[in-house]
Nanobody, 116 residues
Framework: QVQLVESGGGLVQPGGSLRLSCTAS????????MSWYRQAPGKERELVGS????????SYAGSVKGRFTISKDNDKNTAYLQLNSLTPEDTATYYC?????????WGQGTQVTVSS
């Protein structure tokens, strides 16, 4: 059974940092690219960024480029999203996502709230 479990969200002050984790099971993690999305209240879910299966290539949305970093540890079956220089506009539920050969899977999400 394919499963993605996010963790690491919380309340942080503007300018602060968080690291989100996405632990995967039920599929060959090293064989697939991973993506992070976020959804703020009243807004559509948007792509934050992606990382290749080997972890050597990343891409980011313009709104987070230079502030967020995606990484991938294939030995631990875990993807990470490092969030730096957070602003209130980054407040959202963050989801990891994997598209496999015949299906796709979302995690349950982890809430990030940026507020003073």
């Amino acid at each position: 059974q394919v499963q993605l479990v996010e963790s690491g969200g919380g309340l942080v002050q503007p300018g602060g940092s968080l690291r989100l984790s996405c632990t995967a099971s039920g599929f060959q993690f090293s064989g697939y690219a991973m993506s992070w999305y976020r959804q703020a209240p009243g807004k559509e879910r948007e792509l934050v960024g992606s990382i290749s299966n080997t972890g050597d290539k990343t891409s980011y949305a313009g709104s987070v480029k230079g502030r967020f970093t995606i990484s991938k540890d294939n030995d631990k079956n875990t993807a990470y999203l490092q969030l730096n220089s957070l602003t209130p506009e980054d407040t959202a539920t963050y989801y990891c996502f994997v598209r496999m050969d015949w299906s796709y899977e979302w995690g349950q999400g982890t809430q990030v709230t940026v507020s003073s």
